[in-house]
């Protein structure tokens, strides 16, 4: 078997795993209420784009994300795993990256109006704004349907 470059030159990056990728000014967070069909579930989820002032309008697929209030993908008939954004600190671990993402929604963060600032975030490179979403979709996959409550831009 071959070798790659980056095992031969840096032979301790190589086996400190994969490189995650580059992050830059477009990067951004998602917090999300999301339905999972069969068997009816409802639970949250923080998702996570490299380019999410470009690649997050269109129903494109996250680059990571995770799960919150306990849901694990389980198949659970009726449970709502939903968390309540507003008004407390939420934090969640990405499931590639192992990233942790926290954010801090102000307690009248849903009646607010759409696009005004909710809050802040943070993960351990940079500071994040947050601001009201619509409750658009976000993005779909079979079975399920994810809203946009949030979105949380690099400061």
Known sequence: MRASLISVIFPALAAA????????PNEGVYLTNCLRFEPGINYSEMDYYTDAKHKSQNGERPNDLTYLGGYKGEYTPGKDFRVKWEGQHVCGTFSSS??????NIV??????ADGAFAG?????ETNFNCYKDTGRTLYSSTGILCHAMYYCFDA
Do not use: M, Q
């Open 17 to 24: 795993g994969p490189i995650i990728e580059a992050r830059g």
């Open 107 to 112: 307690a009248n963060g849903g009646s607010l």
């Open 98 to 103: 192992g990233e942790v993402f926290c954010s």
């Open 120 to 124: 802040t975030g943070h993960n351990k």
